[in-house]
């Protein structure tokens, strides 16, 4: 089999949807909630942190073009590990930085990742993100998916989505398909 699925949390799931969209290899992605204990959470429930879901996006990707360690990389790029339930502006577990892996090399190559970074001493803090195995993930409303190419003039696309995935093309160029 060569699609794979991962699932990831890194604050609001509209900045991860837009950038993982962008990379070769990856055949789906959608945005939703993950690791709580509410059946069928709306978004409005996922917001008051008392789910205990957070965002997630839930990735669809071909191994035969994308490992694991390559999405979990730019997963690390694309916002801070190392702060508890927190993204920028955005406050609450349902903002927690999360992966939850779907089987034990994807578990395995997440901590190594966390070591290596921990190691490398590239943030002034230790990685705080969750591993956890997962469960089950609740596909967020429809307006949700795909969310910045459906609104690019929206202030929180211009000033919060729009720089992230500026700095990740600048990045990660050899990542995104034409």
């Known amino acids: 089999m060569t699609i794979e699925t991962i699932t990831l949390g890194g604050g609001c799931f509209w900045c991860l949807d837009s950038a993982f969209r962008m990379i070769k290899g990856v055949r789906a992605v959608a945005s939703g909630y993950s690791g709580g ?4 959470p709306s978004y409005r429930e996922v917001c008051t942190g008392e789910t205990g879901h957070a965002e997630v996006v839930h990735i669809d990707f071909d191994t035969r073009e994308v490992d694991v360690e ?78 910045y190419a459906q609104n690019p003039h929206e202030r929180y696309c211009q000033w919060v989505i729009e720089p992230k995935l500026k700095k990740f093309r600048e990045h990660h160029q050899n990542l995104i398909h034409s």
């Open 70 to 147: 390559t999405l979990l990389r730019a997963f690390f790029s694309l916002h801070d590990p190392t702060t508890l339930n927190k993204q920028g502006a955005d406050v609450g577990t349902q903002y927690r930085s999360v992966i939850f892996y779907h089987n034990d090399v994807q578990k395995q190559v997440a901590q190594q990742l966390i070591d290596e970074i921990n190691s490398a001493a590239i943030w002034p803090d230790p990685v705080v993100t969750e591993l956890s195995p997962f469960d089950v993930f609740y596909e967020a409303e429809p307006y949700h998916q795909d969310y």
């Open 37 to 40: 204990d509410t059946d069928l």
